[in-house]
T-cell receptor
Framework: SQQGEEDPQALSIQEGENATMNCSYK?????LQWYRQNSGRGLVHLIL?????REKHSGRLRVTLDTSKKSSSLLITASRAADTASYFC???????????FGTGTRLQVFP | GAVVSQHPSRVICKSGTSVKIECRSL??????MFWYRQFPKQSLMLMAT?????????EQGVEKDKFLINHASLTLSTLTVTSAHPEDSSFYIC??????????????FGEGSRLTVL
């Protein structure tokens, strides 16, 4: 399977704390993306990092990419209860249009 | 962001019937759409890639006669679950690859359709 793996599978933190999720993938990529999914809903795109980039920021989100280790991390700083959701990384294998999603991390932020 | 509309959001059907799910891109022409299936508390599994005007490309292990995909226009793709059985009960999500102003590399997702087969 091409599917990437994420850890932890589940993460519970208090509001104000930082949340870090990690993603490992298997094939060479053009870019890696992170998505968020609220329970029973569709996915919302958070951030895209290209294979030649090492770090990217968007608001309270910080994403890193290490292509030598085939891994990425998503850091959410100063978390809020509204950040409670599942977070998925997704990679596109070179020469394809397809996005393959990781196993996901379920984040619970307690007020 | 761009809007992808998926309908119906929930459907309950009897075993043996067929169910059609529609996915529309409202803000751009979607030459490529993707259909995913998601089991509870699991990730999204790609079922097929839908290309406008041509046959869909199915992932390994996905029965093309069971899950019929039609992408007859630049804004509409449909997934028909034929002769549905309880094991087909799942959350089906479509997504569209953005074009034009929305050609950013990200996918735009519908809100998903929860299918329950009795």
């Amino acid at each position: 399977s091409q599917q990437g793996e994420e850890d932890p599978q589940a993460l519970s933190i208090q509001e104000g704390e930082n949340a870090t999720m990690n993603c490992s993938y298997k094939t060479s990529i053009n870019n890696l993306q992170w998505y968020r999914q609220n329970s029973g809903r569709g996915l919302v795109h958070l951030i895209l990092i290209r294979s030649n980039e090492r770090e990217k920021h968007s608001g309270r989100l910080r994403v890193t990419l290490d292509t030598s280790k085939k891994s990425s991390s998503l850091l959410i700083t100063a978390s809020r209860a509204a950040d409670t959701a599942s977070y998925f990384c997704a990679t596109d294998a070179r020469n394809t249009d397809k996005l393959i999603f990781g196993t996901g991390t379920r984040l619970q932020v307690f007020p | 962001g761009a809007v992808v509309s998926q309908h119906p959001s929930r459907v309950i059907c009897k075993s043996g019937t067929s169910v059609k799910i529609e996915c529309r891109s409202l803000d751009f022409q979607a030459t490529t759409m993707f259909w995913y299936r998601q089991f509870p508390k699991q990730s999204l599994m790609l079922m097929a890639t839908s290309n406008e005007g041509s046959k869909a490309t199915y992932e390994q292990g996905v029965e093309k006669d069971k899950f019929l995909i039609n992408h007859a226009s630049l804004t509409l793709s449909t997934l028909t679950v034929t002769s549905a059985h309880p094991e087909d009960s799942s959350f089906y999500i479509c997504s569209a690859k953005g074009t034009g102003h929305y050609h950013t590399g990200e996918l735009f997702f519908g809100e998903g359709s929860r299918l329950t087969v009795l």
